[in-house]
């Protein structure tokens, strides 16, 4: 059996041409050619992300005397957030990501492909060889064998197929590209001489500068008290933990101290994510044991109540000595005036952006709560106001420049309820919800340097964000 050796050969001819039009034409439509490029690596287009959250002000007003009212809120919602062309450019983005993956796709499936042609190749120069060997005619054994080898080539024919589509699918997706430049063009000449990123560079700026005056402004009046943020669970139903709220934002150490009367142990873990890790603390052992959680850090220095007495402490860390001490002249002590929960909270220290305080009650005021302003240097009481407020009425309290507020209880549905204002000897009721997570406060401190207040809630430690109401003068006013 003899078969025409020009028909074959016409067959290998042509699948030649195609593997030479596959090798040459398609890896430079996918980015095959020379080393393979990953879709992408030439050229990312960035979207700006949201800066973190910050200061905000809302419903900005003129008071009669020309003065500007802000309301400053912590924190605040990211300020281009909502704006349409970042939501433009965000769909842009999310549409190039999908091209993006569409092109990886396809280059890895054409990258996989193509070497399955070259490998095919090495077996079409085999038989092209034998092929031009024969002398006119083949063998029946010849013709078996070559055509057992051309059968290896049949699934080329499917190759061949999904390259077209593919081909077609390029087409489609450089369409695509070129309507993506198209929109992404036109919404920067809409924006003018900046670019988007340009443009939040230039809002963040505006965010810092805010941020930094509301610092420098520091005070304003509570108007809200964030949901709670638990920041871990650890030791008995009561306690205190705290940061100094006169360190550099580069000291981020936490203290904690377990326990409400007679403890001495007191923990200092060298950051917050040590502090929730539970690990790189050191411990300070107090020459004297405390009464009560209303202990503050100041300054490097620890004020607490020394146990069974009116006498304040203060504890230096470094030098681990105590470095004064001093009677607070009338005090309760002793579970004398403490406040709804018990537990020897008679007296509260407290630092706001204005220094350091002290809550208790003397038998003087009738069980009323007593505010003093004290020298941290001394511990003598500088000046004193009676708020006119049964202490034992109160769950806890905090102080916000130099305004005392005191929450109606200690348990579920608690609210800040009351507020003294140390500037005009003056009170007023106030109902700002408070949401008591855990049920059961036994420590409720403010910290100026981070706009935060410190809880410890049925041995969980919490964290509240708060918001207050800012009056701002504009230049030149006094």
């Known amino acids: ?42 050229e990312k287009i960035t979207l700006f992300q949201s800066p ?18 802000c309301t400053a809120v912590i924190p605040a919602q990211s300020t281009c957030s909502r704006d349409g062309r970042s939501r433009e450019l965000r769909q842009l983005m999310e549409k190039v990501q999908n091209v993006s993956q569409s092109m990886e796709v396809l280059e890895l499936r054409t990258y996989r492909d193509l070497q399955y042609v070259r490998g095919m190749e090495t077996l079409m120069r085999s038989l092209d060889a034998r ?21 290896e080539l049949l699934p080329l024919s499917s190759v061949l197929e999904q390259y077209k589509a593919d081909t077609r699918t390029i087409v489609r997706l450089r369409e695509e590209v070129r309507n ?4 992404l063009a036109a919404i920067q000449e809409e924006m003018g001489a900046y670019g988007y990123e340009d443009l939040q560079q230039r809002v963040m700026a505006l965010e810092a500068r805010l941020h930094a005056c509301a610092q420098k402004l520091g005070c304003g ?4 008290v964030s949901n709670p943020i638990t920041i871990r669970a650890m030791g008995s139903r009561f306690g205190s933990w705290m940061t100094d709220t006169m360190a550099p934002s580069a000291d981020s150490r936490v203290w904690y101290m377990d326990g409400y009367y007679k403890g001495r142990r007191v923990l200092e873990f060298r950051t917050l994510g040590d502090f929730i890790k539970g690990q790189n603390f050191i411990q300070h052992l107090l ?42 002249p009338g005090a309760g002590y002793n579970n004398t005036f403490p406040y709804s929960w018990g537990g020897f909270s008679d007296m509260d220290f407290m630092v706001d952006e204005s220094g350091l305080w002290a809550v208790y009650t003397t038998n003087q005021n ?17 000046r004193s106001w009676d708020t006119g407020y049964p202490k034992r009425s109160a769950g806890e309290a905090f102080m916000i420049c130099g305004v005392l507020y005191v929450t109606n209880s200690h348990l579920a549905g608690a609210k800040v309820y009351f507020a003294y204002f140390t500037n005009t000897s003056s009170y007023e009721y106030t ?33 509240y964000n708060v918001t207050l109401f800012h009056v701002i003068s504009t230049a030149g006013d006094p």
């Open 1 to 42: 059996m003899s078969v025409p050796l020009l028909k074959i050969g016409a067959v290998l001819s042509t699948m030649a041409m195609v593997t030479n039009w596959m090798s040459q034409t398609l890896p430079s439509l996918v980015g095959l050619n020379g080393t393979v490029s990953r879709a992408g690596a030439s």
């Open 52 to 69: 973190e959250e910050g200061w905000q002000l809302y419903t900005s007003a003129q008071a009669p005397d020309g003065k500007c009212i």
């Open 131 to 151: 092929l031009r060997a024969a002398d006119g005619s083949l063998s029946a054994k010849s013709f078996q064998e070559l055509k057992d080898r051309m059968a």
């Open 180 to 183: 993506l430049s198209g929109s």
């Open 221 to 224: 009046k509570l108007t809200g």
């Open 287 to 328: 020459p004297q044991p405390w009464a009560g959680t209303g202990h503050v850090v100041y300054n490097g220095s620890l004020f607490y109540n020394k146990y069974q007495s009116n006498v304040v402490v203060k504890y230096h860390f470094r030098s681990r000595s105590v470095l004064v001490q001093r009677n607070l």
């Open 366 to 382: 009738a069980g009323n709560i007593v505010v003093s302003r004290l020298d941290p240097h001394t511990l003598e009481v500088v």
């Open 431 to 463: 109902d700002v919800p408070f949401h008591n997570q855990y049920s059961h406060i036994s420590m409720l401190d403010y910290n100026p340097r981070e706009r935060a207040l410190y809880t410890w809630n049925n041995g969980h430690q919490v964290l």
